[in-house]
C-alpha cells in the first residue's frame, strides 16, 4: 500500500551524475542539497529520501529541486537499484507484513 512515485531516470552529461524526474514535487521552489547523510534531518521527503540514497552506500550526493532528484554517484558505482528507492519513498506497505489485529491496537486497561 502507500502511493509508488513515477520515476522517470534520464542521464546526464556529467559523468557519475544521474538525474529522476518524478510526477511530484518534494521541496516546492526550494533547492535542498545534501552531501553527507548528517545533512539529511528532519521529516521533510527531500531528507527522507536523501537518507535513504545515501544507505544504498552508492551515493556521494544528493540534489533535489521540486520534482527533480539528481544523484552524484560514489565512485565506481552504478545508478542501479537507485530508481527503485526513489520509486517507494511513499510506499509503506510490503509484501510479507502482517496488518496488525484489533487486540494489537486496543490501549492497555488500567489495573
Given at each position: 500500500m502507500g502511493q509508488l512515485v513515477a520515476v522517470t531516470e534520464k542521464a546526464s552529461t556529467s559523468p557519475g551524475v544521474v538525474r529522476f524526474e518524478l510526477n511530484r514535487a518534494l521541496t516546492g521552489m526550494g533547492?535542498?542539497?545534501?552531501?553527507?547523510?548528517?545533512?539529511?534531518?528532519?521529516?521533510?521527503?527531500?531528507?527522507?529520501?536523501?537518507?535513504?540514497?545515501?544507505?544504498?552506500?552508492?551515493?556521494?550526493?544528493?540534489?533535489?529541486?521540486?520534482?527533480?532528484?539528481t544523484v552524484e554517484l560514489a565512485k565506481g558505482e552504478s545508478s542501479a537499484g537507485?530508481?527503485?528507492?526513489?520509486?517507494?519513498?511513499?510506499?509503506?506497505?510490503?509484501?510479507g507484513m502482517q496488518p496488525p489485529t484489533f487486540d494489537d491496537l486496543?490501549?492497555?486497561?488500567?489495573?
Open positions: 533547492h535542498e542539497y545534501f552531501g553527507a547523510t548528517a545533512e539529511a534531518f528532519g521529516p521533510r521527503p527531500a531528507a527522507e529520501l536523501a537518507r535513504r540514497l545515501f544507505a544504498t552506500g552508492r551515493v556521494a550526493a544528493v540534489h533535489v529541486y521540486a520534482n527533480i532528484v537507485l530508481g527503485d528507492v526513489v520509486r517507494n519513498l511513499y510506499r509503506y506497505w510490503h509484501a486496543q490501549p492497555e486497561e488500567e489495573a
